[in-house]
């Protein structure tokens, strides 16, 4: 996804500056959009078939997929600046917030099925339109304010970006202070003068 890096440092000023500033956010929304059409997907194959009665089984199917699919993407571009952790570590505070998050976006299709029974009163048609708002819409929403937020806490705390020019710096300004301490030291120390007539071999 390099155009999409491409395309944002071409945003005209000063739209650039807070693109660019907020560029995580806006790489975790796409990777929210081409997973949420996985999700998508996979949930009405199921649910509209071999599970039409049990959606809620489908949507955490599928969204069991797209929080595979969530993890390369993000780790690979969205946070690939980011790290902290080792590997198996990341990826389990990954999966198991993305775990909470698949149950967080259900959680709106599952009150309206099993609290409310909608699906005993409602048309076919009906129900698409409300299962897509429940679930894409509602619960999207509900679990990426979650996600994002759990994901720059836990799972990528440290920004390698900052570290690196941090480290930089330091080495920077830590070779300042040795070259000024050596001129401060040359000067300090001024060559001997020998004085007219005098002879250098002469103790």
């Not at 599928?62 to 980011?82: C, D, M, P, Q």
Request: glycine fraction near 4%; proline fraction near 4%; aromatic fraction near 10%.
């Amino acid at each position: 996804m390099s155009f999409v890096d491409a395309a944002m440092s071409r945003v005209p000023q000063p739209f650039r500056a807070i693109v660019l500033r907020h560029h995580e956010l806006i790489k975790f929304a796409i990777v929210g959009g081409t997973t949420m059409v996985v999700d998508l997907a996979i949930f009405y194959s199921l649910s509209l078939t071999i599970l039409e009665q049990k959606p809620v089984v489908a949507k955490v199917l599928s969204g069991v997929v797209a929080t595979i699919l969530s993890y390369v993407l993000n780790r690979e571009w969205s946070f690939k600046h980011r790290g902290g952790r080792e590997r198996h570590h990341e990826a389990l505070l990954f999966f198991t917030i993305s775990g909470i998050g698949v149950l967080i976006a259900a959680a709106p299709l599952w009150i309206a099925n099993n609290v409310f029974d909608i699906r005993t009163s409602m048309s076919f048609g009906a129900l698409v339109v409300v299962d897509f708002v429940l679930n894409y819409i509602i619960g999207n929403l509900l679990q990426m304010v979650f996600r994002f937020w759990s994901f720059r806490r836990w799972v990528f705390p440290e920004d390698n970006t900052v570290n690196t020019v941090t480290t930089v710096n330091t080495v920077t300004t830590a070779n300042a202070a040795i070259a000024a301490t050596t001129e401060h030291e040359a000067i300090a120390q001024p060559e001997p003068i020998e004085l007219a007539g005098e002879d250098p071999a002469r103790p």
